[in-house]
């Protein structure tokens, strides 16, 4: 009688590899130093809005047209598949907000999260605050009422998502929320963060200046 390999046994191995794999190349930030890049987001922001301190004659639309406050819809490198997720704030100040999806924990909450709903994040991760890491950015500017109501449905989503799943609840679906509700045209939601947050400029025809209906 001949022996056939186990296909079952190569295939725990595999998905063992792979997991080790992951562990090896995804970054983890401790408590500590989420703190810290926290605490630098105001000098990273000043470098972020650098490019809209030009005298006003080489500015094409002054700040008051596009108005005080915005909301910055980003994507950044990851160790695997990318992350997407949002500034905002007001214009004037250096300090900014970020909002984003993300599994809570280590890398194996990551893998488990390909296969089921794990416990999430929703404020800053690792990377978030680098520009060193960023692939993609389309930055929408708000008056003050409108940046009120947007602010608080930020807020709201992020109470409201407990969960991280990497196929159904992720973050391009949340960065995705947060257009919609802003009366942006959405793209395909599950594709990489920068073809999401790319695409989402392009739909949008670049445009600067969004207003909210009335409520």
């Given amino acids: 009688m001949t022996n056939k390999p186990d296909r079952s046994g190569s295939c725990i191995l595999a ?9 090896c190349t995804t970054p983890s930030a401790s408590a500590h130093e989420a703190n810290k890049r926290a605490a630098d987001a105001n000098a990273l922001a000043t470098t972020d809005t650098a490019s809209r301190s030009a005298p006003q004659s080489r500015r094409p639309i002054a700040r008051a047209e596009k108005g005080p406050y915005y909301v910055d819809f980003r994507a950044r ?55 060193d890491y960023l692939t993609a950015s389309y930055r929408v500017y708000l008056n003050e009422a409108d940046a009120k109501r947007v602010f608080a449905y930020i807020k709201k989503l992020q109470a409201s998502s407990p969960v991280w799943n ?50």
Avoid at 91 to 106: M, W
Avoid at 170 to 199: H, K, S
């Fill in 15 to 23: 998905g063992f590899a792979l997991a080790a794999m992951i562990a």
């Fill in 77 to 131: 490198t990851a160790a695997s598949w990318g992350h997407a997720f949002v500034w905002y704030g007001k214009t004037s100040e250096r300090a900014v907000e970020v909002a984003g999806l993300t599994p809570s924990g280590d890398t194996w909450a990551y893998v488990l999260g390909h296969l089921t709903w794990v416990p999430s994040e929703t404020g800053a991760s690792y990377g978030d605050l680098d520009p």
């Fill in 166 to 215: 990497a196929e159904t609840t992720n973050c391009t679906g949340f960065i995705g929320d947060i257009a919609e509700f802003m009366g942006l045209q959405v793209p395909y939601r599950w594709q990489r963060p920068e073809n999401f947050v790319n695409r989402l400029k392009e739909m949008n025809g670049g445009r600067q200046m969004v207003r909210l209906s009335a409520e």
